[in-house]
């Protein structure tokens, strides 16, 4: 009999896990350290170990990451792309050197140890010596096509070197950014008044992964390669170390730091001697990596189910140093989202002076019970991002109590918002907030939303820093005078895009709805609100019961959409938007279809529309539409060249249909 709290605790590690990893590997925004992390699934790991019953097939141990996101292309991989387990000291490193020597009966067993770089990794496909293809990991089977992205790596050789080069060659590596590069990258991205990225992964993430290569192109990205997957057509070398020469002499680029060593002695000396000079390598390296240098032994050891039983990572402990807590500070992000802060006594750490370190959320802070007046301990997690590690409750001085955490915004006074059993708190004065401005005002003027083309980023931020728009009801204000002030503001410039806000004002209730930023509300709940309550009006006189009634609205969505609407700032806005002359077509119930109801998932390219196209018709006939198949899934609709949701729904008995009966189900009237 497994208890009813191992199941609970079970339940809530995947689904932190799974949360942790889609911020992780899909927004490239992680809320966690690695530590933290790699706590929360070695705890999963030992209960599932413990009580084997529990373990299913979609649980965060039987898998490597996350799905792709929509932006790239899905790339199928030849061979899975694995994780690799960690170590995290001497008796770790012993039993992993254990368990290899017992696998192969052998006695001391030879490794090659290379530096771990914090990266993004990519497998990057060479056809008669030509670059064919580059993918990203993505969820271990299936990554994201950034071919055109990896070609402007300078790095990366877009033809193999040599004529005997291997009809088909996939290599495995590391897109890196190198410490002084990105020190330059973030130099230009504060002159343009621009974001900094927080640590390297980060910003090589974000560079490889942009929808236009000419930005790439412009990113300080590095490559070292240190594996192949498919191999067809030539000799293989006997060791890995062999294999990193027969890469270096095809001209692809390999870590020179690699070393081939003996027993668990020769990879603790190797650990020690790169974590001493770990300072004055050109990038950035969180641990070492041991692999099993025999390719032949790797096969016979071959995996589990997430990683190789012939390799490990070993990290570098965090420097971590004591300090006092002396104040917590709430901060709002420009989404709306409330970040508690802890204010240090200025502590050098790891060569930085640290005053401040994330709580991360309300529920982490009242988790830990970090106090102000507290001895806590500070690291800098991946040696860039300041973190408390833990307090010295021995040390806690009796004046010291719990902190309370708002229930209104400390910006704007709004209430908050937080969904039930979510850890993100949101101020719910979106329209007001100053904290939110430009993030509200970009928003609402995009194509989905109001669609009012020519307002980009950089002009946001010159109309919010003026003064001109303080609310989104102050676009309908500016006039060609105030936009000739603005730089690069010409008059036929500032005339056009007085016309384009002009003509924003016939606009629909599902844009504006996903316009106005509502927490919880998406495009597809936008469209749900609309179809069943018509006008704005309607909408806003609802109570929580009522707003219930619709589909998919919840308690949390209900909640949170009811107290957008009685929040005094925002009913001023809309009102103003009244006011400057907005006006929303009328909407029609949805009318009975054969998908209403139904909840449907497109994959592949469509011949007849776009894919956003198709999203919103079948939406606007009442159906649901999402981006992954599960057993309430009804349909999958595979256009041409479809990814691996084809195999899933043909997995859970989905049925799968052909942009044919699309098009027969949009004939239907919306």
């Given at each position: 009999m497994i208890p009813k709290t191992v199941r609970e605790r079970v339940e809530a590690l995947r689904q932190q896990i799974r949360e942790h990893n889609y911020l992780y590997y899909v927004l490239d925004n992680p809320e966690i350290t690695d530590a933290e992390y790699d706590a929360l699934f070695a705890e999963l790991a030992a209960l599932e170990h413990e009580y084997p019953q529990l373990v299913t097939a979609d649980s965060p141990t039987q898998r490597v990451g996350e799905p792709v996101t929509d932006g790239f292309r899905p790339v199928r991989h030849g061979q899975p792309m694995l994780?690799?387990?960690?170590?995290?000291?001497?008796?770790?490193?012993?039993?992993?050197?254990?368990?290899?020597?017992?696998?192969?009966?052998?006695?001391?067993?030879?490794?090659?140890?290379?530096?771990?770089?914090?990266?993004?990794?990519?497998?990057?496909?060479?056809?008669?010596?030509?670059?064919?293809?580059?993918?990203?990991?993505?969820?271990?089977?299936?990554?994201?096509?950034?071919?055109?992205?990896?070609?402007?790596?300078?790095?990366?050789?877009?033809?193999?070197?040599?004529?005997?080069?291997?009809?088909?060659l996939e290599v495995r590596g590391e897109?890196?950014?190198?410490?002084?590069?990105?020190?330059?990258?973030?130099?230009?991205?504060?002159?343009?008044q621009g974001r900094p990225f927080a640590n390297p992964r980060n910003a090589a993430a974000g560079s490889l992964r942009q929808q236009n290569p000419a930005v790439t192109a412009q990113r300080p990205l590095s490559l070292f390669c240190y594996a192949i997957g498919e191999f067809a057509g030539g000799g293989m070398p006997d060791t890995q170390d062999g294999l990193l020469d027969f890469l270096k002499d095809l001209g692809l680029p390999v870590n020179p730091e690699r070393r081939v060593v003996e027993g668990v002695a020769g990879c603790l000396a190797y650990h020690a001697d790169l974590q001493r000079r770990r300072d004055s390598?050109?990038?950035?390296?969180?641990?070492?990596?041991?692999?099993?240098?025999?390719?032949?032994?790797?096969?016979?050891?071959?995996?589990?189910?997430?990683?190789?039983?012939?390799?490990?990572?070993?990290?570098?402990?965090?420097?971590?140093?004591?300090?006092?807590?002396?104040?917590?500070?709430?901060?709002?992000?420009?989404?709306?989202?409330?970040?508690?802060?802890?204010?240090?006594?200025?502590?050098?750490?790891g060569g930085v002076v640290v005053s401040h370190a994330t709580l991360h959320n309300a529920f982490e802070l009242a988790r830990r019970d970090i106090r102000v007046g507290d001895t806590v301990h500070v690291r800098r997690a991946g040696d860039v991002i300041p973190e408390i590690t833990g307090v010295r409750?021995?040390?806690?001085?009796?004046?010291?109590?719990?902190?309370?955490?708002?229930?209104?915004?400390?910006?704007?006074?709004?209430?908050?918002?937080?969904?039930?059993?979510?850890?993100?708190?949101?101020?719910?004065?979106?329209?007001f907030c100053d904290a939110q401005r430009k993030q509200t005002v970009r928003h609402f003027a995009s194509r989905r939303a109001l669609d009012i083309e020519g307002?980009?980023?950089?002009?946001?931020?010159?109309?919010?820093?003026?003064?001109?728009?303080?609310?989104?009801?102050?676009?309908?204000?500016?006039?060609?005078?105030?936009?000739?002030?603005?730089?690069?503001?010409?008059?036929?410039?500032?005339?056009?895009?007085?016309?384009?806000?002009?003509?924003?004002?016939?606009?629909?209730?599902?844009?504006?709805?996903?316009?106005?930023?509502i927490p919880e509300v998406g495009e597809a709940t936008a469209q749900m609100l609309s179809r069943h309550f018509c006008t704005l009006g309607a909408l806003m006189a609802a109570d929580e019961e009522t707003l219930m009634k619709v589909p998919d609205?919840?308690?949390?969505?209900?909640?949170?959409?009811?107290?957008?609407?009685?929040e005094p700032h925002n009913e001023k806005v809309l009102a103003a938007l009244k006011a400057a002359g907005l006006e929303i077509a009328p909407m029609e119930a949805v009318v009975p279809s054969a998908v209403a109801g139904k909840t449907i998932v497109?994959?592949?390219?469509?011949?007849?529309?776009?894919?956003?196209?198709?999203?919103?018709?079948?939406?606007?006939?009442?159906?649901?539409?999402t981006e992954s198949v599960s057993a309430r899934t009804d349909y999958v609709v595979a256009g041409d060249d479809p990814g691996s949701k084809i195999e899933r729904a043909r997995a859970l008995g989905v049925p799968v249909v052909g942009e044919e009966q699309l098009q027969e189900w949009l004939r239907e009237p919306a």
């Open positions: 994780s690799l387990s960690n170590v995290f000291g001497e008796d770790d490193l012993a039993d992993f050197d254990r368990r290899v020597r017992e696998r192969l009966s052998a006695g001391v067993v030879t490794y090659i140890g290379e530096p771990k770089l914090d990266g993004l990794a990519i497998s990057i496909l060479y056809e008669e010596g030509v670059l064919k293809q580059a993918a990203t990991r993505g969820d271990g089977t299936v990554g994201e096509d950034v071919t055109a992205n990896v070609r402007t790596v300078r790095g990366c050789p877009l033809r193999l070197r040599g004529s005997d080069v291997p009809a088909r897109i890196y950014i190198p410490k002084a590069g990105l020190k330059a990258l973030n130099a230009r991205q504060l002159a343009a390598l050109p990038y950035d390296i969180d641990g070492v990596v041991y692999k099993v240098n025999s390719l032949r032994d790797q096969v016979r050891l071959g995996a589990v189910s997430r990683s190789p039983r012939w390799a490990v990572a070993h990290k570098f402990p965090p420097e971590e140093m004591p300090t006092r807590v002396e104040a917590i500070e709430v901060q709002v992000g420009r989404t709306g989202a409330l970040t508690p802060v802890a204010v240090l006594r200025p502590v050098a750490v409750l021995s040390e806690r001085p009796a004046s010291a109590v719990p902190f309370v955490f708002p229930d209104h915004c400390p910006v704007c006074g709004s209430p908050v918002v937080r969904a039930e059993g979510g850890m993100i708190t949101r101020c719910a004065g979106g329209l307002i980009g980023e950089k002009l946001v931020d010159q109309l919010v820093d003026t003064g001109l728009v303080r609310t989104v009801a102050d676009l309908y204000r500016l006039s060609v005078e105030d936009l000739e002030t603005l730089e690069r503001m010409g008059r036929r410039s500032a005339q056009k895009l007085v016309e384009a806000i002009r003509a924003s004002r016939q606009t629909t209730l599902p844009k504006l709805l996903y316009g106005l930023g609205i919840g308690p949390v969505a209900a909640h949170a959409i009811r107290t957008f609407f009685t497109l994959t592949g390219s469509l011949r007849g529309l776009t894919r956003a196209d198709a999203q919103a018709a079948l939406r606007a006939r009442g159906a649901k539409v």
